[in-house]
């Protein structure tokens, strides 16, 4: 466990220096402050802009952090050639693995913070009051990060960078349209295609269970139940895409 830790904080450290995500979070703080001007447009509905514009904003750069910071898992290791070094001392490559998932969900937490600060300042100017609805929203939209970017780190464990940020990027959209694979799969009359979508629909994330921003911004009650829920199914999905990622690392042959 100690080895763990002893990575995860090395590669947190290694990721704060790293340029381009200061300045995915300046862009998506300098997005969160447009909201303002963009409320102006539009008459007596500037509160839900600016929070549907907020939430979105940290959503989406969070999932652009995500895949970014995912993709390079393994990839930067072999470029620096320091891998081979790693891997010759008594660290295990599922310790190594876990390490480094570890860091990259404490830097996501660190970037989502300072969008959320920037959010809530947003707010703050504009004279709107901090329901729990967007606590909750914010939330689960930090817990939908951690699902993308263990599917992240499980194509970095095996493939490129590129092929890993597309394979990511497309299971990020399928994933906010698995409900839509199930009822169309109802609504077909082929069993064969039936299946493969039904399959498709439990194999892969559920993000858009994840997606509460909606009932946040219009003042709609969440449930605790349901935000509970959430949780538990993104924590246990991302526990099998690391265990599955953990076993391909384990075979991987790095020579």
């Known amino acids: ?26 862009f998506g703080l300098l997005l969160i402050g447009s909201s303002i001007l963009l409320s102006t447009l539009t008459m007596g509905e500037q509160a ?8 979105a904003s940290i959503n989406l750069f969070g999932v652009i952090i995500a895949i970014f910071v995912g993709i390079g898992l393994v990839s930067k290791e072999i470029e620096k050639r ?12 599922y310790q190594f693995l876990l390490g480094r998932y570890c860091g990259l969900a404490l830097i996501l937490l660190v970037n989502t913070a300072i969008m959320v600060v920037g ?17 909750k929203a914010i939330s689960l939209i930090y817990i939908e990060l951690l699902v993308i970017v ?9 493939t490129t960078p590129t092929l890993s940020a597309s394979f990511t990027l497309a299971i990020c959209v399928i994933g906010h349209l698995t409900a839509d694979l199930r009822v169309l799969g109802a609504k077909l009359q082929n069993e064969l295609t039936k299946g493969i979508l039904d399959g498709l ?24 139940l349901y935000v509970v829920s959430a949780i538990a199914y993104g924590v246990l999905y991302s526990a099998v895409i690391l265990l599955i990622s953990c076993v391909i690392f384990q075979r991987r042959d790095f020579k």
């Open 1 to 26: 466990m100690s080895r763990i830790i002893v990575i995860a904080l090395n590669t947190f450290k290694e990721n704060l220096r790293d340029k381009i995500l200061y300045n995915l979070v300046f």
């Open 201 to 224: 629909y439990y194999m892969l994330p559920n993000l858009e269970y994840f997606n509460v921003k909606g009932p946040a911004v219009h003042g709609i009650a969440i449930a605790p």
């Open 150 to 158: 263990a599917v992240a780190v499980m194509f970095s464990s095996f």
């Open 82 to 93: 320091t891998i081979y070094t790693i891997l010759a001392k008594p660290v295990q490559r």
């Open 119 to 135: 959010f809530f300042f947003i707010l703050l100017v504009g004279k709107i009051s901090l329901g729990s609805g967007l606590i």
């Open 48 to 55: 839900k802009i600016i929070q549907d514009i907020g939430l």
